[in-house]
């Protein structure tokens, strides 16, 4: 049976945010919905291999990215921006002979849902983190002013703990988001910000990229904390095919990594990458190089966003044949799902993180900022299925010699009788049932047929 329900998707305008709500909006189109999305002339290249296929389906509103406002926190004054469209998308809802019944919108865009009410739709959260840490995020914003209240003066080093969140989780003022730390109260961009936060817990329902056997005790937590139980846990938000023109075109030919690839044993190569956003410092890059130097491992490693000069003259040359740097974008999810690849060293975002575990690679986690630290904790003290690189401070710089030994060991064999290799396995094979025949299929399901309600009572 095909829907003819209309929704309107709407993406924060960063790529790791925009990708995983388009993985989810092929997942809604192939079940017959029609959907438009909200995006720029500058992040429309992310969004035409799925509008190829899907050319009746899937409509654009296109929108010049707004003219962001000077403000002292970036991330702040990227989503104050995002309100500018507020009269556009009602002048167009407005004109549209079938309009979208709902707005499924990115949690960063929380004035999304006063513009639901508005235009009396209901508005639906898409959360590109984690279950866990959009938790600790909620409690962060909801009690701001308490937290800096009581915790101004402390040193940064101090811990603080989330009673009210299952296994009370505890972390280093440090490790905690700047945003909220730096709330002004009375500002008129941070109190609107937070307002959107607050607004997410008010929403219609939320989804989110994660699946039951990853994160199962939060879902349950998000669902009291909501009053209700529209939380959908639908990831891990993955193609099915290999990945290699996901999030951009690789600045190394595909094919060429993949036969590089087929060359080395099972579980050898270790793969490293701090994602699109997170740059390592000049200190950090050369223990890096040092390590792999020192170490035997074969490794890909991706030097998107390095400091030039980072990678010393020669060094290419000495590791030719057991190693591919890889200056720009990468296949990552083709990488990762390569039988070659046994690790991965990542800075631990949200989309790294779930690449990572369904791939069922061993997490060799470099935490720098955001909700890392979360996941970090969540993989290696819950989960089991990873170990810590470094995680001292944002600019700490790891032995090298030390770091060399943990590669060595992520690929050695010596791990593969281990529990976390064990676990990571395991938890490979969970995320793969989820999306194939299980939980995250039955939410996804469960959705759309939600949608139809509101399709017949509109």
Known sequence: ????IHLLVYPFPSSGHIIPLLDLTDLLLRRGLTVTVVISPTNLPLLDPLHSSHPSSLHKLLFDDPEITPFPDPLIAKVISTQKLFDP???????????PVAIVSDFFLGWTSELASHLGIQRIVFSPSGVLSSSILQTLWQDVEEINADNGDKDQKFSFSFPEIPNTPEFPLWQLLPVSQNFKKGEPHYESF???????????????NTFEELEGVYIDHMKKQMGHDRVWAVGPL????????????????????LMWLDNKPDDSVVYICFGSQTTLSEKQMGALIGALELSNVNFILC??????????SG???RVSGRGLIVKGWAPQLAILRHRAVGSFVSHCGWNSTLEGVAAGVMMLTWPQGADQYVDAKLLIDELGVGKRVCEDAPDSVPDSVELARLLDESVSGSYMGEQRVVKVKKL?????????????????DTFVQLLSQLETAN
Do not use: C
Request: aromatic share 6%; proline share 8%.
């Open 238 to 257: 993955l193609p099915d095919d290999h990945g290699t023109g996901r999030g951009g075109s690789s600045v190394v030919p595909p094919n060429d990594l």
């Open 194 to 208: 937070r307002k959107g936060m607050l607004a997410n817990m008010r929403s219609w329902g939320i989804i989110y």
């Open 303 to 312: 030097a998107k966003g390095s400091k030039s000069g980072s990678i010393p």
């Open 315 to 317: 060094f290419e040359d």
């Open 1 to 4: 049976m095909r829907h003819s």
């Open 428 to 444: 490979s094979q969970a995320a793969s049932k989820a999306v194939k025949d299980g939980t995250s299929m039955r939410d996804v």
């Open 89 to 99: 998308i009602v002048k167009w809802f407005r004109s549209h002979p079938s309009p």
